[in-house]
């Protein structure tokens, strides 16, 4: 279907591709510029219904990637506002941004309270593919975006669904971001087992991780460097992006 449009992904993508749709809780870490939009779009099943938490700024950007790769998809609706909330149909992609995620209510006070998603959210339908582009945003779990992150994820896993992370942007020598980013998309245990055993794995006095994490993290997620997939690549591409802008700004 791709080379009836012209399109086509090159051998690592379809690499990418294939680990991903095997993989219900995952992160795609490639390096940018090497298309971890593109690879996760391929990757969602046909006629799934797919959810895309994404900064702002990018929310055009996926919208037009799906209409370009994904035509089965249909017309990939953005939602903006903060009651803008709603789970997509099978054969529906939603585009959502993290600043408008549902606000997470308490179940009580104290040091520890217990978080929950609003009532009016309610159940995703089955199989649903949610995907965090930039998900080192997730890494403060004080954060509400990061509370919401892991509420919705929790729902959409345990109904069948998928949630995949992606980010090509470093993170720091730090253990809880890490263990945080990777609790989201709920494959922590699966790589490093409990916290306990994760943190030991980082010198307490510098920070810098035992070769472990990153054997372990490689469990879970998937992570190519320009250079070691496309040699050829020039290092900057340009291209003319359309940008709406409102009044104010002007």
């Known amino acids: 279907a791709l080379k009836e449009r012209g399109l086509a992904l090159y051998g690592y993508q379809k690499d990418g591709v294939r680990w991903l749709s095997h993989r219900r809780g995952a992160g795609l870490f490639d390096e940018m510029g090497l298309g971890k939009t593109v690879q996760a779009l391929i990757a969602a099943p046909e006629g799934a219904p797919i959810l895309v938490v994404a900064p702002a700024a990018v929310k055009g950007v996926w919208q037009r990637e799906a209409r370009r790769w994904r ?3 249909g017309w ?3 939602l903006t506002g903060r009651t803008s909330f709603r789970w997509p149909a099978p054969g529906q992609m939603f585009i ?3 600043d408008i995620l549902p606000e997470p209510e308490t179940d009580g006070e104290g040091q520890h309270p217990t978080y929950r998603l609003p009532e009016w959210v309610g159940d995703p339908p089955e199989g649903l593919v949610l995907i965090f582009d930039e998900c080192h945003a997730l890494k403060n779990p004080q954060a509400k975006r ?3 992150a892991r509420l919705l994820s929790a729902r959409v896993r345990g109904l069948k669904g998928f949630a995949w992370g992606l980010t090509g942007t470093p ?3 730090r253990a809880k971001e890490l ?5 989201v998309l709920g494959v922590a245990k699966e790589a490093y087992g409990d916290w306990k055993g994760f943190s030991r794995l980082f010198d307490y006095q510098t920070g810098e991780p035992r070769p472990e ?3 372990r993290l490689r469990v879970v997620s998937l992570m190519r460097r320009r250079l070691e997939v496309m040699p050829d690549l020039p290092t900057k591409t340009y291209r003319d992006i359309t940008v709406e802008i409102d009044s104010d700004t002007r």
């Open 96 to 98: 959502t941004n993290f």
């Open 213 to 215: 994490v990153a054997d």
């Open 179 to 183: 263990w945080h980013v990777l609790s």
């Open 71 to 73: 035509p089965d998809i």
């Open 146 to 148: 990061t509370r919401s």
């Open 171 to 173: 993170m720091l020598n």
């Open 76 to 78: 990939p609706r953005i």
